[in-house]
């Protein structure tokens, strides 16, 4: 057997180890290899909430046996990068300063997921509070992060689609904090 597969095979086991203690609420696991996915269902079968933290080439069993999966990847800070020489008395643009070289151009914009996903967390009037809008979105697809489309929090991303979403800040009764809601235009 090779020390790889002994290495996995005693996390594994130490994992299962753990699990049965019944001391934990839930278990993180870092890992961009398959054989953990029987682990992680395993998991989420005793009712324990599993994150799961690996790399853009993680399977993507694995990464939907996991309540949240989130990519590595989008982790990493931007690296500056040099900047190029330009003509003289042109500056270069502070955007253009770092990049992050892990990192791919951000992916297609997923609409039709994101819509059907409000659409199951919206109430009968089509607005939907945006923590519950979130949740649905990973229920649905655990490794979603609206870092992965250049925006740091899902407020933000709602917010700059004003061609899909329209917002709305309401302040609950008997709070004094606003809360965002959303709906399909």
Same mark, same amino acid.
């Given at each position: 057997?090779?020390?790889?597969?002994?290495?996995?095979?005693?996390?594994?086991?130490?994992?299962?180890?753990?699990?049965?203690?019944?001391?934990?609420?839930?278990?993180?696991?870092? !890992?961009?290899?398959?054989?953990? &996915? +029987?682990?992680?269902?395993?998991?989420?079968?005793?009712?324990?909430?599993?994150?799961?933290? +690996?790399?853009?080439? &993680?399977?993507?069993?694995?990464?939907? #046996?996991?309540?949240?999966?989130?990519?590595?990847?989008?982790?990493?800070? %931007?690296?500056?990068?040099? =900047?190029?020489?330009?003509?003289?008395?042109? %500056?270069?643009?502070?955007?253009?300063? !770092?990049?992050?070289?892990?990192?791919? /151009?951000?992916? $297609?914009?997923?609409?039709?997921?994101?819509?059907?996903?409000?659409?199951?967390?919206?109430?009968?009037?089509?607005?939907?509070?945006?923590? !519950?809008?979130?949740?649905?979105?990973?229920?649905?697809?655990?490794?979603?992060?609206?870092?992965?489309?250049?925006? $740091?929090?899902?407020?933000?991303?709602?917010? /700059? $689609?004003?061609?899909?979403?329209?917002?709305?800040?309401?302040?609950?009764?008997?709070?004094?904090? =606003?809360?965002?809601?959303?709906? #399909?235009?």
């Amino acid at each position: 057997m090779s020390a790889f597969l002994q290495r996995t095979v005693r996390s594994l086991i130490d994992a299962m180890d753990l699990l049965y203690t019944r001391k934990f609420d839930g278990f993180c696991l870092v !890992t961009s290899d398959s054989d953990f &996915t +029987g682990l992680a269902v395993r998991i989420r079968e005793e009712g324990l909430t599993v994150l799961g933290f +690996g790399e853009e080439k &993680t399977p993507e069993a694995f990464r939907n #046996a996991c309540h949240k999966f989130i990519l590595t990847e989008i982790l990493r800070p %931007a690296a500056p990068i040099e =900047k190029a020489p330009s003509a003289p008395g042109v %500056a270069a643009s502070d955007d253009q300063a !770092t990049a992050s070289p892990a990192r791919k /151009a951000n992916p $297609k914009f997923p609409r039709k997921f994101m819509l059907d996903a409000l659409e199951l967390s919206s109430d009968d009037s089509g607005w939907a509070h945006l923590g !519950t809008f979130g949740s649905y979105l990973t229920k649905l697809q655990p490794d979603f992060d609206s870092r992965l489309y250049g925006f $740091k929090k899902l407020s933000d991303l709602v917010r /700059a $689609k004003t061609d899909i979403f329209a917002t709305e800040e309401r302040v609950p009764e008997g709070q004094s904090r =606003k809360v965002l809601y959303v709906r #399909a235009k």
